[in-house]
């Protein structure tokens, strides 16, 4: 069955730089199609980006875009730069395997996503 397990979370000032990373256990990701998602309290849980099992396909979300870089090389990462305050969330990276689909992927369609971490805090704030 498998895990994931995110890391790199924490506090950081407007106009800083984090790194997520999601690793895996249980199974390797070469077969999954992955996804950053993100929840404050109160809110639905929104998809950031997400990358396909080819990693030919990445989507963002209009907020993110051009900030933030999703990559997978055996494990997933995001990196973010040009935090906002408005990018304070618990994210959460997910995944699905869609079998032969190589080139998909869903951007904001939770319900796709059958693997979750547990999630991490990001906090942009001076």
């Known amino acids: 069955q498998l895990q994931l397990v995110e890391s790199g979370g924490g506090l950081v000032q407007p106009g800083g730089s984090l790194r997520l990373s999601c690793t895996a256990s249980g199974d390797t990701l070469d077969s999954y199609a992955l996804g950053w998602f993100r929840q404050v309290p109160g809110k639905e849980r929104e998809g950031v980006s997400c990358?396909?099992?080819?990693?030919r396909t990445t989507m963002y979300a209009e907020a993110v875009k051009g900030r933030f870089t999703i990559s997978r090389d055996g494990s997933l990462s995001l990196q973010m730069d040009s935090l906002k305050p408005e990018d304070t969330a618990v994210y959460y990276c997910?995944?699905?395997?869609?079998?032969?689909?190589?080139?998909?992927?869903?951007?904001?369609?939770?319900?796709?996503?059958?693997?979750w971490g547990q999630g991490i805090q990001v906090t942009v704030s001076s």
């Open positions: 997910a995944a699905f395997n869609p079998g032969a689909v190589y080139n998909l992927c869903f951007l904001s369609t939770v319900s796709a996503y059958d693997s």
């Open positions: 990358i396909s099992t080819s990693g």
